[in-house]
């Protein structure tokens, strides 16, 4: 990501990936994004962060659909064959993950042929940052030092009310689904991925079995 400046003003233009440029103040609520080749102009008193997006991206969140919400932009499959209809992607699911339609030399036909696109290990093992992009299935909520609870489903409002049932932006930005697994839909309240626990006596906790991610964890893993 390039940055030209002026009098009163820069400007940054992204020349490799996609990039989420945030206000330091409220970072995860107010950012725009750039995808490669687009470029946005600041004043000069403005400050921003700048945040590769990389899940989704140049990996793929086995979770979610094998990789249904993939939106990166190889367009070859895995063997280097271009692929006929555009770009690598899930749209049904397949459990192999992100494929495009290829022709096969022996038969002449089109056929459907791994991208061979890396699992996203960020935010599906461990979570990053304060667990908004948390994707991975942990589902027990710890409520005394001996006790751990499973996690109320996000569509329920029993033992506990839920605010974050799985409208479209809840499911968008927060993964919000017909599961009870651990997420962050409330970042200005909680720094982790948590949940609304089983337990009347408890509303909610943290999910503690979830480690954060750091320079020990790799962002994704290739299938061998």
């Known amino acids: 990501i390039n940055a030209e400046y002026g009098k009163q003003w820069y400007q940054r233009r992204v020349r490799g990936g996609d990039w989420v440029l945030r206000n330091p103040k409220n970072p995860y609520h107010e950012g725009i994004q750039l995808p490669m080749g687009q470029s946005h102009t600041f004043s000069r008193e403005s400050e921003v962060i700048l945040y590769v997006q990389i899940p989704n991206k140049f990996c793929y969140k086995d979770t979610q659909g094998h990789g249904r ?10 063997q280097g064959r271009r692929c006929l209809n555009g770009l690598c992607r899930n749209p049904d ?98 720094a982790v991925p948590w949940c609304y626990t089983t337990n009347f006596r408890v509303r909610w906790g943290p999910c503690v079995t979830v480690k954060q991610c750091d320079a020990t964890v790799d962002y994704f893993q290739r299938d061998l």
């Open 69 to 78: 919400m993939f939106s990166g932009l190889q367009n070859t499959d895995a």
């Open 93 to 190: 699911g397949d459990s192999r993950g992100p494929y495009c339609l290829v022709k096969d030399e022996e038969s002449g036909k089109q056929i459907k042929s791994s991208c061979g696109i890396p699992k996203c290990i960020w935010d599906v093992e461990c979570y990053a940052d304060n667990g908004v992009g948390y994707r991975g299935n942990a589902n027990t909520v710890s409520i005394s030092k001996e006790e751990s609870v499973p996690c109320q489903s996000w569509t329920a409002d029993k033992p506990h009310v839920n605010p974050f049932h799985p409208t479209e932006y809840n499911s968008k930005m927060f993964g919000i689904g017909k599961h009870n697994s651990c997420r962050n839909p409330d970042p200005k309240t909680a």
